[in-house]
Structures are given as C-alpha cells and as structure tokens.
C-alpha cells in the first residue's frame, strides 16, 4: 500500500539524526529532531526543520522514552519516524507503538525485529535457511552445563557467553579456562539484564583469528531482497568495531557466497527495508558462520553506499511509502573501495571517555572524502551518551587508493582540540604494514596495541603555534621574497 511521507522525526541524536536529515533534505523532507536538555543547542538539534525537548540527560527520561517521542511526532506534525541506530532502532515494542499511533514506521517489521533480536531463534532460522552457524549451545544457566556441551562436542577454549538478546558488545564474556566459566556466566548474564532486562545468555565456540564480515541487505513489501555486497568490520575494540571498509578483502568467489547467503537468509524471514547479515571468518577453514541479523541501518552503511552509489536511507524511504525497491541485483555493482573510522571522544591509550568542550575543529576536505558530524565547535561532547562524534569516510579506485586518502585525511586535514580522541590510534592502525596487506583479525589491536601506541603522534594547537612561528622566523631571516 502507496503511503506518503511528509515530515519525519529522527528518534535519536548526534551523527545518526544528522545523517538521516541529509537524505531528508535532499528530497525536501521535512525533519523533527528531538533532545534532551544537555542537548539542547547540538548540531543535530539546529541542522532540523523542528526540534521539541524531550526529557533530561538519562536515556531512559529522554532518547528511550517512546511515549514522549510519539507524542513529540504527533505534536510536530510529523507523520513519520526513523530511529537510526542504538536507542530505539531494534526495539520491536517501540516500532509497534509508531505503528499503533498512526505513524509510519521507517524500518523492518515489528515482528521481524523481535524475531531476530532473539540470538537463539535467530540462530535457529539460520540452521533452518541452511546457513552455518558457530558452534554452541543455548538457555545457558549454570557452569555445569558449559563444561558437559564442551566434553560432548570436544570443544575446545577459548569460548565466548553471549546475552541472546540486545549487541553492541555488551553482555559479551570471552572465556580462556574452566576457572573463568562461573565468574564469566555471572557477568554475561549481569551485563544482559542491566542492558536488555534479559538474562537469557548462549554459549558458542570462540573463533581465534577470525574476521567479521557483514552484508548490507534492502529489501521491500513485494518480496524484492537485493544484497548491496560485503563490508569487513574486524578491526574491533572490546568487541566493538573501529574501521570498517567495504568491499571485504576476501576471495571474490567466497565473498559472492557470503552475499548470496545473506540474501536467502532475508528472504526467508521476509525481511523489509535496510538490514545487515554478520558473519564470522575462520581463515584457517576458510569457513563462514552466522553471527546475527542487525534489523536497523548500520553506522557504517556509508562505505556502502560509497562503492554503490546508492542512498541506504533514501531506500529506507521508499519501503516505507509502500514502494518497490528502485534497484534489482544486477543493477547493483560495487566498483571501487571505500574505509570508514570512527572517531569517539575517548583516550586512544586507555580507551577512556574523553568528555568536554570542543575547542577547535577542522573537518577533512578534498576528493574523495566524507565526513558526517555529530558535534560542531564550540560544543559539548556529554558523558551520557554513545562518545561517537564523526565519522570519517574515505573512498578510491581500490583498496590502496582508499587509504591513502583516507591517510591524508587523518593526517593532513582533520584538526580537534579540547577533547582526545581515537585519531592517533586510527592513523596508527591504516599505517600498520598488516593492515595494509589485510593481514587481521578480530584480536589485532589487542596483540598490536603497544606497537600501535609507540606510533602515535598527537598535534595539539601549540604544534600549529610553532609552525606558524617557524615560518614567521624564516620570512624575517631572508626578507621579502620575490612571491610576496
């Protein structure tokens, strides 16, 4: 059925709400955006055509208040919602209430996104869809259990405890010996009640050296899934990832499996609108495993749509309405290479938040570069919130072309003071002879991370001060000089 979209508020805040407002203003979308007090003057707040307080600084009064968000949709005059990621974005009873209110909700079906934020049903449909799985076993409650299924199967350590509900790196526990099992259930299964109110946790084989590999699916009302390929998200910290690049750096016949599967898997669950199938890569089998289904636009969709050129959000749009995908498969070819970075306020050392004001800021420009802003000068990065401010794309001919723009980028143009920020190690990691050669895992900063560290060089505006008076002392040194 044909709906109309006339004015849409982003139930979320920083670089997710501004990126679904650029897609809104190229096709003359009115936005709304909602905030929180602390969030009262932040870009994404000024960048809308609305803006309506929503609570205070706490999550649960302000950015996870569905009932205040509704009402601040109905209040505006906005006929549709998109949460973006995080928050709201993969809550089932959230985007049924949208529904319920008369709205148009911009994303996956209600049921889909229950379906598959339940890793256990999920994992079953996927055996189901004859997709491999990772080893495991599951409605884990006691240590007990762990060790039995571990001399059943004869798997061996490390393994990984996971909360069946929820992502994000949370309720996530890595497990090396039978010492760790107890202690490492209990803070699963903590970290999953106090995240998703669910203490249900799985248990499955921990792959060593793997890569994580995702593929970025649209699909419409009609039956239509077509895969936009793969994108290697592996280079992770505390099992949440840092740079992404799109296409992955596998073999194209497997890299053409992967995406294949994905698309069957989505099919199956009659998936609608924009989503991700994750997967993890075991280099030694060269074998591929289903992690999970992301029912909600990725942040890193935009190498994506760099290597496509296609719009994920303006799709998202179009499903929406009632529309057929604008694309079928062939017509979806990815011809170049494309990194993404993430850049949060927090110590590259330590990982550490790195709250404050941002006292000067100078974005990446030139070729082949795209920047999203969460943050602007002048303002405050709060602690109450995900510490992600910019991302940072770079795009080229290939692989090697993209980083070196994306080096260039880094190095040469972005310029952030007042607050630290994950820049240093960023850098380190693009310059690190493995990476360049795609030789990685999921542990690679873990293993890497002094060596990364040794590699860092940090500009500060008294860096700028000096260079300045450098060539101020040369200029008086030689006097006036013929291009003057």
């Known amino acids: 059925m044909q709906r109309s979209i006339s004015k849409v508020l982003v139930a979320n805040r920083g670089v997710p709400a501004v990126r679904i407002m650029h ?83 911009i994303g996956p079906k209600p049921e889909v996104i229950r379906l598959m934020g339940d890793k256990i049903r999920a994992k079953e449909i996927a055996k189901q869809s004859n997709v491999p799985t990772v080893p495991g076993i599951e409605n884990v409650t006691s240590a007990e259990q762990i060790i039995e299924w571990m001399q059943k199967e004869r798997v061996a350590f490390p393994i990984m405890i996971k909360a069946a509900a929820g992502g994000g790196g949370k309720g996530m526990v890595k497990i090396d010996t039978t010492e760790q099992i107890a202690g490492g259930l209990a803070q699963a299964r903590s970290e999953a009640k106090k995240s998703f109110k669910d203490d249900t946790v799985l248990v499955e084989k921990y792959i060593e050296h793997g890569r994580h590999i995702e593929v970025q699916i649209v699909a419409d009302e009609y039956q239509h899934v077509v ?84 719009d994920i959000v303006s799709i998202m ?74 991302l940072l794309m770079a795009s080229g001919t290939d692989r090697a072309d993209a980083l070196r723009v994306m080096d260039r980028a880094i190095s040469g143009d972005l310029r952030l003071e007042g607050i630290k920020t994950l820049a240093p190690l960023l850098l380190s990691l693009i310059r690190h002879p493995k990476f360049i050669a795609g030789d990685f895992s999921t542990k690679f900063i873990e293993d890497h991370m002094q060596e990364l560290v040794s590699g860092f060089r940090e500009r500060t505006g008294e860096d700028e001060m000096l260079r300045v008076a450098r060539y101020v002392a040369e200029i008086s040194a030689l006097g006036p000089q013929g291009w003057m």
């Open 317 to 390: 749009l179009d499903v929406a309405e009632g529309k057929p995908l604008p694309i079928k498969q062939f017509d979806v070819v990815a011809n170049r290479s494309a990194l993404e970075v993430r850049l949060n306020a927090e110590d590259p050392k330590t990982f550490y938040p790195s709250f404050g004001t941002i006292t000067h800021l100078r974005t990446p420009l030139g070729p082949n570069v795209r920047v999203i802003l969460g943050a602007s000068e002048g303002e405050e990065i709060p602690p109450y919130y995900d510490s992600l401010f910019m």
């Open 227 to 310: 895969h936009l390929y793969d994108r290697e998200c592996t280079l992770q910290r505390r099992n949440q990832k840092i740079i992404e690049e799109a296409p992955s750096t596998l073999e194209s016949d497997l890299r053409q499996e992967i995406c294949v599967t994905a698309a069957r898997l989505m099919r199956r669950i009659g998936y609608t609108s924009a989503g991700t199938v994750e997967f993890i890569f075991e280099p030694s089998t060269q074998s591929f495993y289903f992690l999970e289904v992301n029912t909600r636009l990725q942040v890193e969709h935009g190498i994506t749509e760099l290597i496509t050129g296609l």
């Open 23 to 105: 897609t809104c203003r190229d096709r003359k979308i009115p936005t709304t955006a909602v905030y929180s007090t602390p969030d009262r003057l932040a870009y994404h707040v000024r960048m809308a055509d609305t803006a309506i307080h929503i609570g205070e600084a706490p999550p649960i009064e302000s950015y996870l208040n569905a009932d205040k968000i509704i009402d601040a949709a109905i209040q505006s005059n906005s006929n549709a919602i998109h949460p973006g990621w995080g928050f709201l974005a993969e809550n089932a009873d959230f985007a049924q209430k949208v529904i319920d209110a008369g709205l148009i909700w």
